[in-house]
């Protein structure tokens, strides 16, 4: 019964700030679907790595807050529909309502039928810019949940590895804790200069960071 009340307080005092959070507000007033595209924004205006032409594709990309940020970035004026330039590629697990311009893969990032689906989707189109919001369901269970976490970056990096251009870069989701330095030597051996980034669209509480990686090292450069 205790675990219980319990629950019931946290999730109403997550509720109250999520609900006063200026983040959702903005977001709200702005048409995103999520707080989080201004995480992505925050780490584009600060590196300076989107801009209209380019091939991007977005992983773990319901409910489709950073393609949105992606789209208005590759249109005049920042418009949400319309002339668009520049190719987005979506994909998550999750369906979610379709963005103009937007091509949507529904799956399992971590499946060969699936990744092969995006790489037909690229026709061999080299990528310009790589964006991972991906996250395993979390455990509770430190080493199990780094594992997972471990997993996905692993696979976005060998993706990267593959289709970025020598000068591409790529912006995935991490968590500090048990696993993380390990991450980053993983970055640091496949890109010529790695970034952490705490965006302010991320909440105080939460352990996420940004690893962003740009440009490919020679050895790990698409051929």
């Known amino acids: 019964m205790k675990v219980q009340t319990k629950s019931k307080k946290v999730n109403k005092a997550w509720l109250n700030d999520h609900v006063n959070d200026p983040y959702v507000k903005l977001a709200h007033k702005e048409g995103y679907?999520?707080?989080?595209?201004?995480?992505?924004?925050?780490i584009d205006e600060e590196l300076k790595?989107?801009?209209?032409g380019q091939v991007v594709v977005d992983l773990g990309?319901?409910?489709?807050?950073?393609?949105q940020y992606l789209r208005r970035k590759f249109?005049?004026?920042?418009?949400g529909v319309?002339?668009?330039?520049?190719?987005?590629?979506a994909l998550d697990l999750l369906e979610f309502e379709p963005i103009e311009g937007v091509q949507f893969?529904?799956?399992?990032?971590?499946?060969?039928?699936?990744?092969?689906?995006l790489e037909g989707a690229l026709a061999g189109r080299p990528v310009d810019v790589v964006v991972s919001d991906m996250a395993p369901n979390l455990s509770g269970i430190e080493n199990v949940d780094a594992a997972r976490i471990a997993n996905l970056i692993e696979l976005a990096l060998d993706f990267s590895q593959q289709h970025l251009k020598p000068d591409g870069a790529l912006v995935a989701k991490v968590f500090h804790g048990s696993g993380y330095s390990q991450l980053v030597d993983l970055f640091k051996a496949q890109f010529k200069k790695v970034k952490a980034i705490k965006p302010k669209a991320s909440r105080d509480r939460s352990s996420e960071t940004?690893?962003?990686?740009?440009?490919?090292?020679a050895v790990a450069a698409k051929r």
């Open 61 to 67: 990309a319901a409910p489709g807050a950073w393609s």
């Open 210 to 217: 940004f690893l962003v990686g740009m440009g490919l090292k």
């Open 33 to 42: 679907r999520a707080r989080a595209a201004y995480k992505l924004k925050e």
């Open 82 to 89: 319309g002339e668009l330039n520049g190719t987005i590629i």
């Open 49 to 52: 790595l989107l801009r209209p």
């Open 75 to 79: 249109a005049p004026a920042g418009a």
């Open 105 to 117: 893969i529904l799956g399992d990032f971590q499946e060969d039928a699936v990744l092969k689906e």
